[in-house]
């Protein structure tokens, strides 16, 4: 399984992470300012930056004490295109068939 | 626009005749992808259901069953919200390999411009219960 599609596409799985990335969209911000934008406490938007970066959307990079987030759109464009999310939607189809399919072969044998 | 096939192959240690009624049957295929309205019937369209966030049934993947060859092959016309009404094919392709089956699954119509997104649209209602399911798979 391509770990990297797969971590793109659970950041973008969530309003609240595109919501974010929207805003990152117009400029570079640290967690305060997009906490700003939300009602929520700033180590939960920390969380989200985290799943961001780990689905590379966003970078982060230390100034001085602040650290500035920066959206990655060259990130967007793997979860953007048909064929590699097709190819992830059928890996994992086909690894649930296999194992409805081995499950079915149990239950037989007992 | 670009045609782009996608091609997969998995072993399974079952008859041709086991992976057929687990492409073709409304319970079965909800063990691994949704359940279907009804059996796949050739030449009838059919509809693959799942549930919304807000517990209300909706359709995921739709189309018509183009052919059906049991249990060599089956030809579908799919498609999915995202996909905006473009009708792509899936192709599956049962072989029988040393008492195993090997299926192909051939995706093909895909368009490269698809609208992201909708893409997105979908993922937020369908794509986390998929990867729990896989997650589940792999224990």
Redesign the interface.
Known sequence: MDTEIQNTFRALADSTRRDILMHLSAKEMTIAEVSAHFDMTRAAVKKHLVILEEGQLISARRIGRETLNKLEPEGLKTAFSWISYFSEFWNVKLQNLQSAIEEEGKSKND | MTD?T?T?T?F???SRE??WS?LTTKE?LG???HPAENDLVEGEPYSLIGTANDGAKMKICWGTVLQMNFPEKLVWSFTVNALEGVMTTVSWDLEEVNGGTK?T?T?SG???S?S?LE??TM??AG??M??G??RD??K
């Open positions: 782009i996608i997969k998995a399974f240690q079952a086991t992976v687990f079965k063990k691994w992808f299926l699954l995706h895909l368009d490269a698809g992201g893409l997105i993922l937020d794509w986390d998929h990867l399911k896989l798979a792999n």
